[in-house]
């Protein structure tokens, strides 16, 4: 019997390692690729990169639906930034940043139709 399984949600606990990083994001890559092969999906991949560089560790999730893709990267901040985070990345549809009792929280999201985007 053969059963096919699907993966929806991805969730890596990393240390402050940019090739520990470079490997979340290689998988994380494929997992988004199975979703969809269009640029901006590459371009979205990209951002989680960007996103995780920093030179802290890091909880990088990152979890699909039949509408989008979703990546929420977490870190414990040495101090509070004193300063909002207004960076734009390409094949980000949505880009949302905030900081919780000391944790900051970035997540990105891409939709994989135009359809999603509207509702």
């Known amino acids: 019997m053969l059963v096919h399984a699907e993966v929806q949600n991805l969730e890596i606990r990393l240390d402050a390692d940019h090739r520990l990083i470079a490997?979340?994001?290689?998988?994380?890559?494929?997992?988004?690729?199975?979703a969809s092969p269009e640029e901006s999906v590459s371009q979205f991949c990209e951002a989680v990169r960007e996103t995780c560089a920093g030179g802290d560790p890091i909880v990088l999730r990152i979890w699909r639906s039949a509408e989008r893709i979703e990546a929420e990267v977490r870190r414990t901040l040495r101090q509070e930034p004193n300063h909002p985070r207004t960076q734009?990345?390409?094949?980000?549809?949505?880009?949302?940043?905030?900081?919780?009792?000391?944790?900051?929280?970035?997540?990105?999201?891409k939709y994989l139709s135009r359809s999603a985007h509207r509702a």
Do not use: I
């Open 88 to 109: 734009s990345f390409q094949g980000v549809d949505v880009h949302r940043h905030e900081t919780q009792s000391g944790v900051s929280v970035t997540r990105l999201t």
């Open 23 to 34: 490997g979340a994001v290689a998988a994380a890559n494929l997992f988004v690729s199975a």
